[in-house]
């Protein structure tokens, strides 16, 4: 699986979010960034990201997944976005 697959999948299954993912094989990071993370917890945001991608999981074509999810303004000051 492609970064580019993992960000189909996630675009198709989550609406209004911004993602940025790296890695290769079944390994990825996901930095995922929307509106949609308002008001939820940590925790919450992460298992909106592996809700989506379950179905991968299950099957083992996704095995390692890091996640960090912001909202909108959290993003203008995230340590992942300097100098872009």
Not at 5 to 24: P, S, T
Not at 54 to 75: D, F, N, V
């Amino acid at each position: 699986m492609q970064p580019s697959d993992v960000k189909a999948l996630l675009e198709a299954r989550i609406d209004g979010c911004e993602f940025h993912i790296q890695g290769e094989g079944c390994n990825f990071q996901v930095i995922a960034v929307g509106d949609v993370f308002e008001g939820l917890t940590p925790v919450k945001r992460q298992q909106l990201i592996y809700g989506a991608l379950s179905e991968e999981i299950a099957s083992g074509e996704l095995h390692a997944i890091s996640i960090k999810a912001y909202t909108p303004s959290q993003w203008q000051t995230a340590p992942e976005n300097a100098g872009a």
